[in-house]
């Protein structure tokens, strides 16, 4: 034998819980369908277990588990537990979204994903480019989300698929220059659509929607452009094209420009994307905070699925605060040859 034995690797709770990152930056999937979120609720150990899986999820941005059997109470229960162990004020807890109603069959803290309706039925893309769609859920309200959860039940044989993008490498993936004139700046989110569907429609805006802050008719906020994860303590880029109307401090022109390169740079910057094709009964659950989405409207049959949303924190940024890379001393974005 040469030298001193090595030391065995430190065991973690999801030691036993095969898993593969789907590319560098973004995504990890759990491989076998014995990993069973269900069992993480009551397992001897669960605190730790959803410790860990809100560090990974923060890390990774977005986290799949394979055909998992749960009901949208037990869904519930999860992200609670997620939100709790995460981290989140005491005063947040799931979302209620504008324009879900307290009477509807699973209740107003689970919103149905739908193809023929559900919160979608408010048609806020309104067509043009697929691209048209990236967003984080929910930056409109005072104190936005921290973990989203989908479970897809009903789905077509091939289509539909969903994108997610990394906040972290989209900051770090801008010149110094750049991100020095964003760090500091903040950008109004509005979604005035639920607004107008509501008053349309006849029906209530939802009046209190997880967090004591998340309260009344005005679904408008004001967020960094740059912000701090609370957990990975990563600068993130906060901007995106559903939500976000205006950067604060420029001239609307000005604005105009400097939001649409961020959201191209989100969109058209595939090498921090990853893209998931879903099977019955997946879930994805991600870190709004860290990433952004967008759906495949690619098919024709009915798809549909269920989604539970935190509530995580007030946005801010810090200005002692590191780029993902710089912390975890990656080689730079910028210089990364092709
Ligand atoms: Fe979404």
Redesign the pocket.
């Known amino acids: 034998m040469v030298g001193p034995p090595l030391s065995p690797e430190e065991p973690t709770p999801f030691s036993a819980h095969e898993r593969r990152d789907e590319t560098p930056v973004i995504g990890t999937r759990f491989l076998s369908k014995n990993t069973q979120l269900t069992n993480f609720l009551t397992a001897p150990n669960t605190d730790d277990l959803f410790t860990e899986l809100a560090r990974l999820i923060s890390e990774r941005g977005v986290v799949f588990f394979p055909s998992q059997e749960i009901n949208v109470s037990q869904m519930k229960q999860v992200m609670y537990r997620l939100g709790e162990q995460g981290g989140r004020p005491r005063t947040s807890g799931l979302h209620k979204h504008p324009i879900s109603e307290d009477s509807s069959e699973l209740g107003a803290e689970v919103s149905i994903?739908s193809s023929e309706g559900g919160i979608l039925k408010a048609d806020y893309y309104s067509g043009g480019r697929s691209s048209s769609g990236w967003?984080?859920?929910i930056t409109f309200e005072k104190v936005p989300s921290d973990y989203?959860m989908?479970k897809i039940h009903t789905l077509p044989e091939v289509g539909g698929d969903t994108l997610w993008a990394s906040g972290y490498d989209a900051y770090d993936r801008l010149s110094p220059a750049m991100q020095k004139f964003l760090e500091g700046l903040t950008a109004v989110h509005n979604a005035d659509f639920f607004n107008h569907y509501a008053s349309k429609h006849g029906i209530p805006i939802q009046p209190l929607r997880g967090s004591p802050e998340n309260v009344g008719e005005d679904l408008t906020a004001i967020h960094p452009v740059i912000r701090t994860h609370p957990l990975t303590g990563y600068k993130t880029l906060f901007v995106n094209r559903n939500f976000t109307t205006k950067i604060v401090e420029l001239s609307k022109d000005e604005s105009d420009a400097l939001l649409d390169f961020l959201f191209r740079h989100i969109s058209e910057n595939h090498v921090l994307q990853v893209r998931y094709r879903w099977e019955r009964n997946d879930i994805a659950i991600w870190d709004n905070r860290a990433t952004f989405?967008?759906?495949t409207i690619d098919y024709s049959e009915t798809r549909v699925g269920d989604?539970v949303v935190g509530i995580g924190e007030r946005p801010y940024y810090d200005p002692a605060s590191k780029g993902r890379r710089e912390t975890l001393g990656l080689a730079d974005a910028r210089t990364l040859k092709a």
């Open positions: 994903i967003h984080s859920d989203s989908l989405h967008t759906a989604r």
